[in-house]
């Protein structure tokens, strides 16, 4: 399968919007975009044809489940696992000698079939040469409002490791600087900018090639999150049940798919200065900042003659990457129950929880202190390093179930014997943490008998008692007690914060209040926060905490036979928190480009007219990329 094939198939399956007007791929786009994504099982993929390039943008293409599965062949993500979950099982099998051995021929027969395959002549991708390359013949996305300039948001990026020679396939996202000029945004924990060090200390240019397009796994594969050192072509190999066929570029040693749409050639040196690249409306939902990243210099470039250009969007979730999350949690879970935790059952990563902050996990527990010792492993483990707060279950509700497994985790979870902390790496894109890519985690270990009964005999607190409370509290802007009412010892409130330790007094307060003893889980938030909204209070959760500083656990007190919990989920400033970084706002879009979309909407012909997502927030976030004031309790300027 080819882009153009890929397109064909989502248009048969009802799956593919074409919109012929005329539109920009400065914001206008985005805006289009991001109201289909968040729309229910991921809204429509979207063909822009005419947006002042030759070439069609092709967007939101993997942003469902059924889209996902068109990609895969129409497999799903739990049938690959089954198959992968044998394979390894036949390997592994703890027999030997020349019978097993024999037994073992078909698997690596057929496993040695998806390698990728190497075409000495030229590929599709190679129709056309350009070696007067212009990146400004792309249209490029401009996303978001404050983002540093126009980035390709879906680049597959290739690069070889110079003393073993393996190869690499990752997606980071490229400001474009100019005609001939990116940035890269290789962080300290990818493989690129580990390739890049063993470059620098060669003292060689390092080649590097990104191509764009082609059979929709190779964009899935880039994601994929495979050990240093295996090809993510076997993967697409595996996933597509037949090789990958590789042509070497013009210009750079360095070997891509011959069926992609187009191919960047470059190299990286190692001897350049990094460039300010950013910001950018990142997949946190938030603008990541400025920062410095190496320079990619642009050799040629190649492409099929009818190319279509591909693209996404990332910001507030949902989006189209939350099903790439989606398709990795089910394709990958027999890999870390063998290879890592072979007690594990099920685990889950929820949408809002934007890939690291949040994952929900199920074990077979069978002795004292497994579930601890599972949460260790899976901090140890890959990119599950990133991972901010972890849940461990043991039996119970299906993970997805949310009110269910939130009501089982609180009846087991005492905070004062059942939270476990550690520290170690983080996501460089958590704004929360006090020290970049380093702070806080937390594990909750629910996989004991349960021990509080709320489930049953959901906890009454009298409304009269609540106003008492807020009217002793003028500081509280809103509360949210609907969760204690169904079995979930969690209440929420927020705070107009206007002088530093507001959030410390409120803890007290709570604690000194006796009709609020039964509830042992807290989440304060800033005024302009809707409690009621579930899917932002997980977000803003997971994203605006640094579990060091920001949680706190007291033990159990007279009057109380548990302990309590308080998650500080507000803005820090350093006037009030003293946080010395600077904090991001969202990435929403400027009511200019939401009021031209909303003008536009029946000229698209895509259907019904879709509010902006972004309209909720605009009453409570002004401009820029960054706040910069303090105790206003909003962000912006």
């Given amino acids: 399968m080819n882009l153009l094939s890929f397109i064909d198939k989502l248009e048969q399956a009802g799956e593919l919007i074409r919109i012929k007007e005329t539109v920009s791929p400065y914001l206008e786009i985005t805006e289009i975009t991001d109201r289909f994504s968040k729309e229910i099982a991921g809204g429509k993929a979207l063909l822009f044809e005419d947006n002042g390039s030759q070439y069609p943008i092709l967007i939101n293409s993997l942003g469902s489940e059924k889209r996902i599965q068109i990609a895969f062949g129409n497999r799903s993500p739990e049938e690959l696992a089954d198959e992968i979950q044998k394979l390894l099982e036949m390997i592994t099998r703890g027999d030997f000698g020349f019978s097993a051995n024999l037994r073992r021929l078909p698997i690596l027969g057929k496993i040695s079939r998806w390698l990728p395959k190497h075409k000495h002549r030229k590929g599709d991708s ?111 190999g595996f996933i597509r049940n037949k090789p990958v066929t590789l042509v070497k570029c013009i210009t750079q040693d360095i070997w891509v798919p011959e069926d992609c749409d187009f191919i960047l050639e470059g190299y ?168 970049p890519a380093f702070g806080g985690k937390m594990g909750l270990d629910a996989t004991g008998p349960e021990i509080f009964n709320t489930e049953n005999e959901a906890v009454f607190i009298d409304e009269q008692v609540v106003i008492a409370f807020r009217s002793q509290n003028p500081q509280i802007v809103q509360m949210n007690l609907e969760w204690v009412q169904k079995g979930v010892s969690i209440g929420l409130l927020s705070l107009k914060k206007s002088y530093s330790g507001m959030v410390k007094d409120i803890e007290d307060e709570i604690r000194l209040f006796d009709a609020f003893s039964a509830i042992r889980f807290w989440i304060i938030f800033d005024d302009w926060v809707d409690l009621t909204d579930i899917r932002a209070v997980v977000w803003l959760t997971g994203s605006n905490v640094e579990v060091d500083t920001d949680v706190k656990v007291f033990p159990s007190s007279k009057g109380r036979l548990n302990g309590t919990l308080f998650v500080d989920a507000t803005v820090k400033t350093f006037e009030l928190d003293s946080f010395t970084r600077p904090w991001p706002n969202p990435t929403i879009m400027d009511q200019k480009t939401i009021q031209l979309v909303d003008l536009k909407w029946s000229k698209y012909n895509c259907g019904d007219f879709i509010e902006s997502p972004s309209a909720k927030y605009l009453n409570y976030f002004q401009e820029g990329a960054v706040r910069k004031t303090a105790g206003s309790g909003k962000m912006g300027n």
């Fill in 126 to 236: 190679q129709e056309v040469i350009c070696v007067n390359p212009d990146l400004l013949t792309l249209p490029v996305l401009t996303c978001w409002p404050f983002d540093g300039g126009p980035f390709l948001t879906l680049p597959l990026v290739h690069t070889v490791d110079p003393l073993s020679g393996s190869s690499n396939l990752g997606m980071y996202r490229m400001q474009v600087y100019g005609p001939s000029l990116t940035g890269m945004h290789w962080h300290m924990h990818k493989t690129g900018a580990r390739h890049l060090n063993e470059y620098r200390r060669l003292g060689k240019r390092m080649p590097v090639a990104v191509a764009l397009g082609g059979d929709p796994v190779y964009t899935y594969c880039a994601t994929a999150p495979l050990p240093d050192g295996i090809d993510e072509y076997l993967l697409a």
């Fill in 268 to 435: 990286v040196d190692p001897n350049d200065s990094f460039r300010m690249e950013g910001p950018f409306g990142d997949h946190t939902g938030f603008y990541s900042l400025e920062d410095q990243f190496p320079i990619f210099h642009l050799t040629a470039i190649t492409h099929k003659r009818h190319a279509i250009f591909p693209a996404t969007i990332v910001g507030i979730p949902p989006q189209e990457d939350a099903w790439f999350a989606w398709a990795t949690e089910r394709i990958f879970k027999p890999m870390i129950k063998m290879a890592m935790v072979p007690e594990l059952t099920d685990f889950h990563l929820p949408i809002e929880g934007v890939a690291h902050n949040i994952v929900l996990t199920k074990i077979v527990s069978s002795y004292p202190g497994q579930g601890i010792k599972v949460l260790h492993t899976l901090w140890g483990a890959g990119q599950m390093m990133f991972s901010k707060f972890l849940v461990i279950t043991s039996g119970g509700p299906e993970l997805t179930d949310y009110l269910a497994l939130a009501r089982h985790v609180s009846n087991r979870v005492d905070p004062s014997l059942h939270i476990e902390k550690a520290k170690g790496p983080l996501d460089i894109l958590d704004h929360s943490s006090r020290v």
